[in-house]
């Protein structure tokens, strides 16, 4: 995958300045460009020299060394990067990273370029385990950089921890895996709406009605279409764990506000995945101050709510609209019955009773039904692992369909991520 790529090596001032030069090397063995950015205090551990004999091309210390009159150096070389890997970082590049800072060639650079920005750091394990150092890469992360985390070892400081930059070897195989990864882009430019979690009805300000979805099911289809290359926007309910990085997150409480984020969004969207659990029924009256325990008994009167599925389903110009369904019965009969009642072009069903899927679990069985009488039954998997089976299935039926891009779409940054 490196092969014949321009890669951008980022050599900042730690002790692992050496390991950058075995790196330099391999990645010129595998076929890359190499073009090294080097900090001041990278500079003064290992010479620029050596990197220029390894890379067989000039590196670059000094913002301001324009050896070629045609071109803005720093523009230039992020513009011609098909990757980044910057190697060993410091906690001061991550901080000058997070926060934007252009006070050298590297970080200056990292702020033109588009490319894919690979970073391994290493520093002191104190340092690594900083809560400052940890936001910043936590930052960098919900941006869309990646990380190779630092290894556990003997340290030049003289602790033994984590903080040890990740072998060349390492660097060069994630490196390439990840170029991988993102040539495999089958929904660039799309936009896709994703609903996930709960509804809340409200009752009075400090109770309420609720189901037991975790959201984890919506949470991966949004992760999966951000790795095939969309453009995601996540409408939340209640949910539980974290909401992947490099995704739009709206969130929502009840299903009423559920409706208007996603018609608000459905101009413009290619794709609607309406994974939420919406509840079916909202108390009639939503009490403005605590309910007080005066009666002996207490009436709740229930009111439907809207069908969002079903509103997106009539007023669909050409988006591909899937839909769930959570059923203890009846699958076939009650997932076919939803996917025509709601106008879908897919509906995905799961048997919440069965051993590993439904609700709160990282597992699930899913069947995906179509209109013509299509029907595609997954074995036991993860629910990323089915949500990227369904991804995929829904590109192929966009693609056989011919529906182009949503107007003006920009095409999907990719999420950040530690790669394994
Ligand atoms: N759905 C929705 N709005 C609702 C209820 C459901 O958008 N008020 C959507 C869900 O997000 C899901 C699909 O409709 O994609 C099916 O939801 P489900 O609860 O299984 O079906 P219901 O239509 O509510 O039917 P029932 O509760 O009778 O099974």
Known sequence: MLKGKTVILGVCGGIAAYKAAALCSKLTQAGAQVHVIMTASAAKLVQPLTFQALSKNHVVVDTFDEHDPAVITHVDMADSADLVIIAPATANMLAKLAYGLADDMLSTTMLVTRAPILVAPAMNVHM?????????????????????????????????????????????????????????????????????????????????????????????????????????????????????????????????????????????????????????????????????????????????????????????????????????????????????????????ANDVTAEGAGFGTDTNIITIYGPDGFKMPLPLCTKREAADRLLRLIADRLDGAGIGQAQGVPGGESGGGRMP
């Not at 037991?212 to 949910?239: H, N």
């Open 128 to 348: 690594y385990d900083h809560p400052t150092v940890q936001t910043n890469m936590a930052t960098l992360v919900s941006r869309g950089v990646y990380f190779i985390d630092a290894a556990v070892g003997q340290l030049a400081c003289g602790y033994v921890g984590k903080g040890r930059m990740a072998e060349p070897e390492q660097i060069v195989d994630v490196a390439s895996r990840l170029l991988e990864q993102l040539q495999d882009r089958p929904l660039a430019g799309k936009r896709v709406l994703v609903t996930a979690g709960g509804t809340v009805e409200r009752i009075d300000p400090v109770r309420y009605l609720t189901n037991d979805s975790s959201g984890k099911m919506g949470f991966a289809v949004a992760e999966a279409a951000r790795d095939l290359g969309a453009e995601v926007t996540l409408v939340a309910g209640r949910t539980t764990g974290s909401v992947p990085a490099g995704v739009e997150l709206i969130p929502v409480q009840s299903a009423q506000d559920m409706l208007e984020a996603v018609l608000e969004r459905l101009d413009g969207t290619d794709i609607v995945v309406k994974a939420a659990a919406v509840a079916d029924y909202r108390p009639e009256v939503q009490a403005d101050r605590k309910i007080k325990k005066t009666e002996e008994a207490l009436t709740l009167r229930l009111v439907k709510n809207p069908d969002i599925l079903m509103e997106v389903g009539k007023r669909k110009k050409g988006q591909f609209v899937v839909g769930f369904a959570a059923e203890t019965d009846h699958l076939e009969e009650n997932a076919i019955g939803k996917l025509e009642r709601k106008n879908c072009d897919l509906l995905v």
